[in-house]
C-alpha cells in the first residue's frame, strides 16, 4: 500500500495526475483506515497511506477542479483523521499542509482555520520539527485575504513581526512540504505582506517587513522555477502568484514618502540687522536676500495616489516626533519655525552661541552659502 500510495504522489508532482489517480485508487480499493493505519503507525512510524489520501486533493486543482479538491479534504477530514494517530506530529503536517493549500486558496479560509485549529495537538509548538510552523500558521489563517481586518488584535503585532522577521524553515523542510502544495518561503513572505499592510506607509517596522517580504518571495520564486524560467512545482508556483506585486505595491507606497521625513524646508523672510546668514542676509550693495534653513520634521508628509500630500503626527509607529527639547519654537502644523533663528538684541555670548548654529546650517546647505556669497 505504501508503495502504491508512494507512486501515485510522483506521478501527481510531475503533473500526470491520470496516472497518479490510477495508482491511488489501487491503494484506496486495499487500504482500510480503521484496521491499516494503527499497523502503519506500528512499523514504520508515518502513515504514508493517509498522506497520499491528503495530496491527492492538489490533483484535482490541477485538472480545474477546484469543487472535487475542497470533496476530498472533507474526506480526509471525516475518514481518515479520526485514525490517525496524534502522536505522529511528523506525518500530521504534510497532511495539514495540502489541504490548507486547496482549501485557503479557494475561498475557505475559515474552514481551513477551523481545521487546522481542532487537528493540530497540543504541544505542537515546541516540536522540534514542525513546531516553528505552527504559530505562523495560526497567524497567517488569522490575517490573510478573506478574514475581515478587525478580527486581528493589534495589541499584539510587535510580538508577531518580531517573529516574523525572524520566521525560516530549513531547505529540505521547504523542499518537502513545495511538493505537497507550497513554499515555507510563500508562507513568510505573505505574512511579511499582510503584517506590512496594516502599518503606516514611511515606519520603520513595515519597511522592514517588505525588505524581509521581497527576501522570501525571491526565494520562493527561485524554488519553483528553474533559471531559463520553467516552472518546476505548478501548484506551489500557483500558491505564489501575486504575492511579489502586492509586497512592491506597498513599496512604491513607501517610496512616495516625501524627503520632507527627513527635514522640513523653511525659507526665512524677516530681516536681520546683524548682518550674519541667519534670516535675511544683507549684501555689501544693500540688496537683500533669503536662504533656505533646514529643521528637523515633525511628521511624515505622504503623497498619495491623487497626487495630494497628506499628512500625519499621530503616535502610530513610525511618525518622527519633534523633540520637546527642541530649542527652535515652531507652530502645530508643519513643524516649522516660527521665529528667527537670532534676534537684533542678544548678548555677545548668545550671539556667539547662535552663529555656530548658523554655522552648522551652511555645512547642510552649502547651496545657500553660494547664493548668499
Known amino acids: 500500500m505504501r508503495s502504491l500510495g508512494a507512486l501515485a504522489e510522483w506521478y501527481g508532482r510531475i503533473g500526470a ?17 480503521n484496521e491499516h493505519a494503527p499497523l502503519i503507525y506500528e512499523h514504520y512510524s508515518v502513515n504514508r497511506c493517509a498522506i497520499t489520501y491528503a495530496v491527492s486533493a492538489l490533483w ?31 506525518g500530521l503536517y504534510p497532511i495539514f ?22 487537528w493540530a495537538p497540543d504541544g505542537i509548538e515546541s516540536h522540534f520539527s514542525v513546531g516553528p510552523l505552527h504559530k505562523p500558521m495560526c497567524l497567517l489563517l488569522k490575517i490573510c485575504d478573506g478574514n475581515p ?32 502544495g507550497w513554499s515555507v518561503k510563500s508562507m513568510a513572505a505573505e505574512l511579511c505582506l499582510h503584517l506590512a499592510r496594516r502599518l503606516e506607509a514611511g515606519s520603520i517596522a513595515r519597511r522592514n517587513l517588505i525588505d524581509r ?63 550674519s546668514l541667519a534670516g535675511l542676509a544683507i549684501n555689501s550693495n544693500g540688496a537683500k536676500s533669503n536662504y533656505v534653513s533646514f529643521d528637523f520634521a515633525s511628521k511624515f508628509t505622504v503623497k498619495g495616489s491623487s497626487g495630494v500630500d497628506r499628512s500625519s503626527n499621530s503616535a502610530t509607529s513610525g511618525i518622527l516626533k519633534k523633540s520637546s ?23 555677545r555670548n548668545s550671539l556667539s552661541k547662535r552663529q555656530s548654529e548658523c554655522e552648522s546650517i551652511a555645512e547642510l546647505a552649502p547651496e545657500s552659502l553660494a547664493e548668499v556669497a
Not at 168 to 177: E, G, K, S, V, Y
Open 17 to 33: 495526475v491520470d496516472k497518479a489517480f490510477k495508482y491511488f485508487n489501487t491503494m484506496t480499493s486495499i487500504y482500510m483506515p
Open 60 to 90: 484535482y486543482l490541477q485538472k480545474g477542479q477546484p469543487k472535487q479538491a475542497i470533496q476530498r479534504c472533507d474526506q480526509v477530514i471525516n475518514e481518515i483523521l479520526p485514525s490517525y494517530d496524534k502522536k505522529d506530529l511528523v
Open 97 to 118: 499542509w495540502p489541504i490548507i493549500r486547496v482549501l485557503k486558496w479557494n475561498g475557505e479560509v475559515d474552514k481551513a482555520r477551523e481545521f487546522y485549529t481542532k
Open 149 to 180: 481586518d478587525g478580527d486581528y488584535e493589534t495589541d499584539d503585532m510587535a510580538a508577531d513581526i518580531d517573529m516574523i522577521l525572524e520566521f525560516d524553515a530549513p531547505d529540505m523542510t521547504d523542499l518537502n512540504f513545495i511538493t505537497d
Open 213 to 275: 517580504g521581497i527576501q522570501m518571495s525571491t526565494m520562493a520564486n527561485e524554488r519553483n522555477t528553474t533559471a531559463e524560467g520553467l516552472i518546476k512545482h505548478i501548484m506551489a508556483h500557483d500558491a505564489h502568484k501575486g504575492i511579489d506585486d502586492r509586497l512592491l505595491a506597498l513599496r512604491k507606497e513607501d517610496n512616495a514618502v516625501d524627503v520632507g521625513v527627513i527635514y522640513d524646508k523653511v525659507e526665512v523672510t524677516q530681516a536681520s540687522h546683524t548682518g
Open 325 to 347: 527639547k527642541s530649542s527652535h519654537a515652531s507652530n502645530d502644523s508643519t513643524g516649522s519655525t516660527s521665529k528667527n533663528f537670532f534676534s537684533s538684541r542678544t548678548s
